[in-house]
Structures are given as C-alpha cells and as structure tokens.
C-alpha cells in the first residue's frame, strides 16, 4: 500500500504539564492541518500520479474515515492544547460529502480565551464554483486554491485528467464573492515543466487583492519520482520576478509562517498595498522546521508532526477505544513534547537517508 504508514508506536500518556505546549525545539502547537479524505478527481503527476492511483487504487473505505463528530471532538481538544488555526485538506476535501456539516462544527469552537478558530481550506478549485456560497454559510473564513500554469494546455497536462484552467478561476471568483478571502493561490514549480508559468501567474494575479505563492517542488512520499534538478529554487524565481516587476520585502504576518513575503512596489519603490504581494516557500533550499508549528492529522485519525514524516500516532483508536477527553489530551501533549522533526533542515545527510519512507501528501495533506 503506498499511501499507509507501517507499524504504529504505542502512545505514552502522561499527565499535562504546566505551561505553554512546546516541542524538544521550543516550538509551539498552533496549526492544525486536517485531512477528511484520502481521494482526489485530479491526477497531478507531483502527487498522486496516474500509474500509481489507478482506477483499482485501494483508497480508504468510509468505515475507516474519523467521522465528523470524531474530527470535532479532536479539533476541540487541540484547540484547549493552544491551536487556533484548522486547516482542512485532502486530498480534494470538496469531495467529502456534506463537508459543510463539519465546517459548522468546527466554526462553533473556540479557544480558551473565547475566540473562534481560524478556519481555513485547501481545494485544487473544481468544485468551488458550486460550493462557495455553502462554505461561507457554514463558517468557513477563507480558502487557498492550488493551480499550477495560467496556460490551459500546461495545466491540463500537470492535472492529468484534462481539467480547464477556467473552471478553476471560475472558483477562485465565486470564493472572492462569497467572501472566503483573503484568497490565496498555490503554485508547486517544477522546473522543465511548469516553471515558464511563474511570470503568467504572477501578471494574473497582481493587483487582484489574491495572494500568488510559489512553492517549491517538495520530495514527499515516494511515488512522485522527486529529483533535485527538478526544483526550481526560490531564489531563481525571485530573480525571474525582479527582472519584470519591482518587488520589496514584507515582514511576516504570523510566526510561523512558512511563506517568505514580497511585495509589488511602486514607482517609488515602496510597496503598493493595491498591487499586492506574491510568497515564496522554500522547504527544499531554504527549510523553516525551526519555526514549524503544525501537526497534521490524517483522513483515518493518524497524528503526524512533519510533512515529511514516516508514521503518524494512531488516535482514532483511542476514539473508538472510549478513551475520556483527559486521555487524549494527554496524549496529544505527550506526542508533541517529544516531537524533534526537522526533515528540511536534516535533508541529504544520512540522518535524513536512514530515515522512514514519507507519508503520501494525498494521505497527509498539503
């Protein structure tokens, strides 16, 4: 199977500490990525290429899914751990039927101090046309739309499964007016193959209040052929931008924060809020694991600290164990003080080489 993880460790429960949660590196627990499904409609030969997820793909049977009312109950007890951001992946997660339920439920929880959550969602676009109306009724706050190439025919190529690029900014126009923004939009730069996109999509979205990130071509899993003359660095693409368009840098807007901020300037080289910005994610040259401060948990209840990690901490059995509330929070606690991933940073030494084969980003989530 190559989108489950082997032989699970046996969670230790301990009782809480006092004190803010923090990893063997310091790093706080504020970001949630979860993923409610294991299947996409696109082919995206970076992450779930054809010849691997076939029609006679063995994808996760419903059963196996974290139910809605288990999603919340999880997403409830990470929030009383000092997470204010959800992130809802895939997947495709506008494939989960009835998503908008558990988006309601998540939209009524709160922190500690009373505040709502965050709540976000990653979607490749195909279905948001449709959907965004219901999403923002739900209490979804804003989403990030994945498209790789403004050219139609370099984009039905990367997808694989002859999907148009108009369908996908039809979406991006119906999020923006149900007010599911900011909006942001991803490009995964593979170079030799999509790389000639960059200025299109850079052209596209300037000044359209939309947020273009460029993201390095990352080596998760194992089945998307990863090599590192494929990687467009960031700072190449910079370069590219610059050579067209003025660009000064921003501060971050959260710690944390994975993209590298640039702004497009004015004549008097000083950003023009109207104008926009566009992000760099550098996880392969320039690896931020020294703030990282997400934990993913996967579409059957599997808890993992890295993206690029290698198992994921079973916490669906514990669910349907009838484990208390106090027990799994406690062991959440546990899990994440013993957590010491930095891949990125780690990438090409042997450490890194004697590693577990990755997760599957399908399984995990982006």
């Not at 059963?63 to 959800?86: C, D, M, N, P, Y």
């Not at 009373?114 to 109306?133: E, F, M, Q, V, Y």
């Not at 104008?275 to 392969?284: D, P, R, T, W």
Request: charged fraction near 25%; charge should be neutral; include cysteine.
């Amino acid at each position: 199977m190559h989108n489950r993880p082997m032989a699970e460790p046996v969670i230790p429960l301990v009782d809480q500490r006092n004190g803010a949660l923090a990893d063997q590196l310091g790093r706080p627990l504020r970001d949630l990525r979860i993923s409610v499904t294991d299947r996409c409609n696109f082919r995206c030969t970076y992450c779930m290429p054809k010849e691997v997820f076939g029609k006679d793909h063995p994808f996760l049977p419903h059963a196996a899914l974290l139910s809605f009312e288990e999603i919340t109950r999880l997403a409830r007890l990470f929030a009383l751990q000092g997470v204010h951001k959800i992130r809802l992946t895939g997947g495709e997660p506008l494939l989960r039927r009835h998503l908008e339920g558990l988006i309601e439920q998540l939209a009524a929880l709160r922190t500690p101090d009373g505040a709502p959550l965050d709540l976000t969602l990653t979607t490749n676009g195909s279905a948001l046309a449709r959907k965004a109306r219901a999403l923002k009724a739900a209490g979804l706050r804003r989403v990030t739309v994945s498209l790789d190439a403004m050219d139609d025919a370099v984009f039905r190529r990367m997808n694989d499964v002859d999907f148009p690029v108009a369908e996908v900014l039809d979406g991006i126009a119906a999020a923006r007016e149900a007010g599911l923004g900011p909006i942001k939009v991803n490009m995964v730069v593979k170079r030799g193959t999509n790389d000639q996109e960059i200025l299109p999509m850079a052209r596209h979205f300037r000044g359209t209040g939309i947020a273009l990130r460029f993201i390095e071509y990352m080596d998760v899993g194992s089945t998307n052929g990863w090599r590192m003359d494929e990687v467009l660095p960031s700072r190449e693409l910079l370069a590219r931008l610059r050579a067209e368009m003025p660009l000064v840098p921003l501060a971050p807007t959260a710690p944390g924060e994975t993209a590298e901020r640039w702004g497009h300037a004015d004549a008097s080289g000083r950003h023009d809020p109207a104008a926009g910005e566009i992000g760099l994610i550098s996880s392969v040259t320039r690896a931020f694991c020294g703030s990282c401060n997400r934990a993913r948990l996967s579409t059957e209840g599997k808890l993992f600290l890295c993206l690029f990690a290698g198992h994921g901490y079973d916490l669906r059995a514990m669910l349907r164990g009838g484990a208390p509330d106090e027990a799994i929070a406690d062991a959440i606690a546990r899990i994440w003080r013993g957590r010491s991933d930095r891949y990125s940073e780690l990438r090409g030494t042997q450490a890194a080489a004697d590693g577990e084969p990755h997760v599957e980003m399908s399984y995990i989530g982006g």
